[in-house]
């Protein structure tokens, strides 16, 4: 789940020559904004059949955050 969730990050923010590690920020270090975490979750979703409820995007600071999540509601 690690992976895909970095290479939507990688993707998607278009980072090139960033390590991205479970730690990393989204915002802070990977530079995402709110719209970012957005379109990224709503890919998870389509992606892995689950919902992840809005009031969760406050929730997500770190990669980590995104994976246990879906970890957690991926069957």
């Known amino acids: 789940m690690f992976e895909r969730v970095k290479e939507m ?3 998607q923010l278009r980072l090139k020559n960033v390590e991205i590690t ?3 920020r989204i ?11 957005l379109q990224m ?10 919902t992840i409820p809005d009031e ?3 929730e997500f600071v770190t990669v980590s955050d995104i994976v246990a ?3 957690k509601h991926v069957k």
Do not use: H, N, Q, R
């Open 56 to 58: 969760k995007l406050a």
């Open 27 to 37: 915002k802070d270090d990977l530079g995402a904004d709110s719209l970012d975490v």
């Open 9 to 11: 990050l990688i993707s």
């Open 41 to 50: 979750l709503m890919t998870l979703e389509e992606d892995y059949g689950i």
């Open 69 to 71: 999540y879906c970890e």
């Open 22 to 24: 479970p730690e990393s």
